[in-house]
């Protein structure tokens, strides 16, 4: 089945907040930000700006009925500056007028004077400043100094990942308007409803219940709109309670890339030992991580590249601290791999030093302690029906590595201006929100008396196509075709207290409530066909291709007759279900326990070829075997693992995020900050499912997608590490991503 709403799509049909046919008397909203990174405010001037034709009102901190609150975990994000301005894009007020036009020219007339404070923008400042926005976090595993005594040989070194901006292609955008009785309808562009009507309802001084937000879908989300889609939708709330008119903000590119939060920057030292045998028997990291100037998701985020620090590898003695460096930057944020993709650099940027020392390739590293049965993760979970080995030694035999790498060897002998460089690389990542009580979700199933289905869950759809996966379950559940079923939008009045659809868990969730769901009416109708059908139970019953079949024989009862035959028995034909993870568990006083369902695995290979008078280079290839357990959609499943891969490869080779030292984006248009086009996509993008067993706990054994394919794409860093050294022998690997082909041309040439 295709995703449903590629029609939609591709005609230009498909609704997002900026399509939606606004309503009379609609006003426009516009942000007034801080220009500076750091300052306090010492005079605003509105009067030219609140004079002007047209501007229906300016509201300030001032305005906010309730309090000033937007932060999610930690309360420390005011939603208007008040007398201090932290980052630059930081809203200050927001202009309300009768058209975009007005509320610009309005913007251009506000007088803001301030005082000038030191500005920090890099992590390690920050850090030794001792400035926070979180307190340091810690494993350990068994005693890491004691495995420093032990080994043969230690590496040291540094390893940076820069930011990346989401570039979601629906920008930021909220559209609100008053109901009946103070009651305020948002629509927003978010991936957390909840979070955004919570946060307004704190923000208005009102209870949840007189917020009520709708998603219809995101053009986009990526973890951009996991926290950070709460302020937009917050101001347009609060002009909806003074005004009691729609109000609508659709952030413009520039102000988007201004103003909203990244992933986040690491700067990271790290130590590595290892046996004779290639073991790594110790690894010791300080995780860097620049937050910006608030909190938002770094607690959280923190916590993966600590989940994720030792990727795919069973490392006995185990010591990683985060800290989370508060900077003058815009508060940074979820971006696919949540902190992930940092750590896993890390341990693959160790193992690329150690190789290059030890004068080996990597991969006999990675391959000498890839996890096994049965070992500990340094958070104490126990790996179970590990994959890492199976889908490694597959790659290495489908793709054919070891001929692969003679190739390379050969061509790199034969040329100087060009050189190819090869890679492997295994990702082990968890599947569950890693706090616990996050993990649970809620679904409504109506069959309406005609047969028709509409199923509402709290997954938002944002173009990884969950819709198309919860239709599927509920099609197959009752046996019927996929146009008798439609996924209604997302809205906190049909499924309430949802958490964010995010950490990949979206479909596994949701598609478990709405399972649960239509198996309860499934049972159900089963007693109203045993009546029907006059059977002496209804064991033998079953729903498959709009029929009722007994004993898997077809009957001339239809789906459609069942279900108004069961609304004249006034058998309840509504259905609301909740499922919460089983099993999983973390204590974060110990950090140890079980905090994953399970885990996705996979490997790619990849293979560069470098032009070393340009420093240019593309992806020849990059062959992946994936874990998708039994997949439920493997267009849309591949389709996720490609953008995925892309998108990776865009953070490490491409996209380059520049804040001068003022805290002033300078990458802050597509014409300087450069993400991967159509020539940038590898040549050759292979992914072949590794079928497995799947797993209990992934909707419909179809495991989690969204994120784990993201950290292939550190594959293709170190495949180009190992095309420059094959030119430049002096090369002393940086480990400093992305690596622009600036970059590229400097270690061609330099030490
Ligand atoms: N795919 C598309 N097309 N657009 C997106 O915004 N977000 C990614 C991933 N795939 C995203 C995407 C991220 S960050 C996550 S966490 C998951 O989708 C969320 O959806 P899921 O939980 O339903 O997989
Ligand atoms: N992943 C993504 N988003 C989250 C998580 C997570 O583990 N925890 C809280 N928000
Ligand atoms: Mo994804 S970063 O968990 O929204």
Redesign the pocket.
Known sequence: MKNKDSYGHVRGESLFVDDITVMQGTLHGLVFDASIAHGRIKNIDYSKAENLEGVVRIFTHLDIPGENQIGGIIQDEPLFAENEIHFMGQPIAFIVAESLAIAKKAKSLIEIEVANLPIITKAKEAFEKGLFTNAPRTFKKADVNEGFKKADYIFEGEAFTNGQEHL?LETQASYAYPLENGTIKIISSTQGPTAVQKTIANVLGVAMHSVELEVVR?G????GKEDQATAWAAMTAVAVYHLHVPVKLVLERHDDIRMTGKRHPYHTFYKIGLNKDLKIIAFEADYLQNSGAAADLSPAIAERTLFHGTNSYYIENVRMTVHSCKTNLPPNT???GFGGPQGMFVIEAAIAKAAQELNIPAYKIQEANLLQEDDEFSYGQIAKNVLIQKVWNSAKTTFNFDKKSKEIDAFNAKNTALKKGISLMPITFGISFTNTPMNHARALVHIYQDGSVGVSTG?VE???S?NTKMLQVAAQSFGISSQNVKIETTNTTRVANTSP???????DLNGKAVQLACTNLVDRLQRVAQEVLELENKSSISFYENYVYVNKKKTSLTWHKLVSEAFIRRVSLSENAHYATPEIHFDKKKEKGHPFAYHVYGTAITTVTLDCIRGTYEFDSVEIIHDFGKSMNLGIDIG?VE??LVQGLGWVTMEEIVYDDKGILRSNSLSGYKVPDVFAVPKIIKTIPFVSDGDDLAILKSK????PPFMYAIGGYFALQNAIAAFNPRYNRKLDAPMTPEKTLLALYGE
């Open positions: 979601y995101l986009g989300g990526f973890g979820a971006f696919r997954a944002m173009g990884q969950v659809t995010a950490a990949s868990t979206g479909a996720q953008g995925a989690a997608v969204g994120e």
